[in-house]
Each structure stands twice: as C-alpha cells, then as structure tokens.
C-alpha cells in the first residue's frame, strides 16, 4: 500500500536521499511552499510508455461545419483592421 507523505520545501531540502528513496518504493511524496502543494517527487521511469494508437476511438466527436468559423469571429477580426 502507498503511503502520502506531505513535506515543506525546508524538510525536503534537508532530507532529499529520504523522501527520493521512499518515492522509489512507490509513496507518494508531496513538497509544500507556503502550505501548498508544489512539487511531486516521482521515480525515474528508464522507458517510455509505448504509444497506444486508436485509444481515443469513438470518445471524440466533431461537427460537420468544425472547419468554419461563426460570423461574429470572422467579423471581430475583419473589423480591428
């Protein structure tokens, strides 16, 4: 099981080697600036992802007038010449 652990910009600095071994194992780690989370610390991944192509298939549709743009656009432009 993962384990959160949140830390300040200060800790982090001084205890990198730690919090880096512990994202190793697979915690996620959390470096906060003022309060808020600003740094997630991830292991290195040696290989890409392989791209999977056709994943998206069926979950984007377009309109069949996508390709022309509303009067009111054409005419914005037209007119701040």
């Known amino acids: 099981m993962t384990e ?3 830390v300040n910009m200060h800790e982090a600095k001084s205890q990198l080697s730690r ?3 512990r994202a190793g194992h697979g915690n996620k780690v959390v470096i906060t600036k003022a309060g808020k989370p600003y740094v997630d ?3 290195h ?4 992802r392989a791209r999977k192509p ?3 298939k069926g979950n984007i549709r377009m309109s069949a ?3 022309k743009p ?3 656009i054409i005419d914005g ?3 701040s010449l």
């Open 4 to 6: 959160r652990i949140q």
């Open 19 to 21: 919090l880096a071994e």
């Open 41 to 43: 610390l991830l292991p």
């Open 45 to 48: 991944v040696d290989v890409p």
């Open 54 to 56: 056709g994943r998206l």
């Open 65 to 67: 007038d996508f390709d």
């Open 70 to 72: 509303p009067e009111d």
């Open 77 to 79: 432009f037209e007119d």
